[in-house]
């Protein structure tokens, strides 16, 4: 290669480079739909939206579960959830980064009107463990989640 396309090719580098930096990052590996299954059960318990607002990961119910009506509220949640729809409600908040998992977040049992601390990590590609507990992580239950469209 002579120096002239040496240098053609050093410039063109130089100018491509910085788009490359400023070029967005793919979405963390979490954020998608999620299909949730009772811990205690194994049934399948709905699917959740997990997407990142404010640099937070955050939860919707984006499909009921099989049996549950369309329409059904939130009935035992305390508000502002209160009688809100469970469709679209959010039941998962505020989870930050913390290395390969998300930690210091809440979950939401639409069910129960409880709320819990949560953290949650990948077990596998297309499999999440979301560990909601009272207090300290010891004191708590695990939900698998399953990666689905």
Request: aromatic share 8%; charged share 20%; net charge positive.
């Amino acid at each position: 290669m002579n120096s002239k396309a040496a240098w053609i090719f050093g410039v063109l580098v130089l100018l491509l480079l910085p788009a490359r930096l400023r070029a967005d990052p793919s979405p963390p590996p979490v954020v998608g739909m999620w299909q949730a299954y009772d811990d205690k059960t194994g049934h399948p318990n709905g699917v959740i939206r997990l997407y990142i607002q404010n640099g937070r990961l955050n939860g919707v119910v984006a499909r009921l579960r099989d049996g549950v009506p369309a329409d059904a509220t939130c009935f035992k949640c305390s508000p502002p959830m209160k009688d809100k729809p469970i469709l679209g409600l959010v039941i998962l908040w505020g989870l930050k980064p913390d290395g390969d998992s998300w930690g210091g977040g809440t979950v939401l049992d639409p069910e129960s009107g409880d709320t819990y601390r949560c953290n949650i990590r990948l077990a596998a590609p297309d499999k999440l463990e979301l560990r909601g507990y009272v207090g300290i992580s010891l004191f708590g239950r695990t939900q698998t989640w399953v990666r689905t469209r």
